[in-house]
């Protein structure tokens, strides 16, 4: 025990890099297990849909979802949910995976999605948005 005292006395600067960065890996992991939304992956979410019938919600401007949108993605913008959140209430008992340009929501809206308890299940959000399907070689239909 007094090597382990006398080591890190003289390596200070290692062992604080080394708290320094295991506090990091505590604090991301913590932050993704408490997240409202869980994160997909392009793959998973085709798995979903298959399986499950998950429900596409695609959150991007009507523009932006006529360029290009998942198969079967249902368009319901933010700014449409943030004045009728009650949208929402027609896929209850379905997954709901939304989908974004970038695979980030505002945080305002997680938390008025999770007041409104639109449904049961945890939402997920396709990680890395619409830019990680297109880069996963996926079709988008206009």
Known sequence: MKDYIQFLLQHWI?????LFVLLLIILYE?????????????????QWI?????VVIDLREAQDFSNGHITEAKNLSFSLLKNQPSLLDSYKNKPLIFVTETGE??????????????NDSIPMLLAGGIKAWKNAGLPLVH
């Open 30 to 46: 913590i932050k993704e297990r408490i997240s409202l939304l869980k994160r997909i992956t392009p793959q998973e979410l085709i």
């Open 50 to 54: 298959n399986e499950k019938n998950a």
């Open 105 to 118: 929501v505002p945080l305002d809206f997680i938390q008025k999605l999770k007041k409104t308890k639109a």
């Open 14 to 18: 290692l062992a604080s890099l080394f």
